[in-house]
């Protein structure tokens, strides 16, 4: 609901009183043994509260030094699904939507060898159809969903997703086009914060191509194509 930057701080903020509702409680923890006072389970409840909402800033720092600084991950980084829609859908404070660099790309090959085409040897009308329910039950919400037809084969969604913990912006583009005997599928996620994504872009196309091999019961061969 708000913008990026005061979002942040916001979350700063949080953290910021967790980690002085820490240190009161060890204070406390101290005084108690001193003195004998009561109150010793209000202060563990504060303790461990405290560090439970820690530990969301600890595994984010785990994650920057873990995972590369991308915030837009495609299958195909010569030609990634474009965002043509999601441009028109974000606000002036969100990151402008650009080509991946070729340091980007470099650092995407190096992270996330997986990240790469599918093929899948079905017609563009049933990926489409399998697809478009996947990004419906996982409740994403569809910027514009081209099925395939007579005069162009091919098929686009575009759709925006959210991170789960605090419900970051992310756009997504599938794009499923004829390729010999089946379908070739690329996709693409970006996130709307110019900030470090922390992996969850890989990881949301993951887990797509993951329902979508079940979907199409398993059968996919990925990396065909010149992934870039």
């Known amino acids: 609901m708000l913008p990026a930057v005061p979002t942040f701080a916001v979350i700063a903020i949080g953290f910021l009183c967790a980690a002085l509702a820490v240190l009161a409680a060890v204070a406390a923890f101290v005084s108690i043994w001193r003195s004998g006072a009561r109150g010793l389970g209000a202060a563990l409840r504060g303790f461990v509260v405290g ?4 530990a969301l800033p600890a595994f984010g720092a785990w994650k920057v030094v873990t995972e590369p600084r991308l915030n837009d991950i495609s299958t195909d980084l010569a030609n990634p ?8 859908d974000r606000g002036a404070s969100d990151a402008p939507i650009v080509a991946p660099t070729a340091i ?12 790469v085409p599918r093929h899948y040897p079905v017609s563009t ?7 478009k ?5 996982r409740g994403w919400r569809v910027l514009v969903a081209k099925e395939p037809d007579d005069k162009d084969p091919s098929g686009v969604i575009e759709a925006v997703a959210q991170t789960l913990v605090f419900g970051f912006r992310q756009d997504v583009a599938i794009r499923m086009v004829e390729d010999g005997d089946g379908t070739r599928v690329d996709m693409r996620s970006a996130a709307r914060t110019a ?3 922390l992996g ?8 797509f191509f993951d329902d979508l091999d079940g979907a ?3 059968v996919s061969g990925s990396g065909q194509g010149d992934s870039g």
């Open 51 to 54: 560090l439970a909402v820690l």
């Open 81 to 88: 699904p474009p965002l043509d829609r999601a441009a028109t």
């Open 104 to 115: 980007d790309a470099n650092l995407q090959h190096q992270a996330y060898p997986d990240i």
């Open 125 to 131: 009308e049933r990926v489409f159809t399998e697809a």
């Open 133 to 137: 329910a996947i990004v419906d039950r």
């Open 195 to 197: 900030a470090h994504d």
């Open 200 to 207: 969850s872009d890989a990881d949301r196309v993951r887990a």
């Open 216 to 218: 199409l019961e398993g």
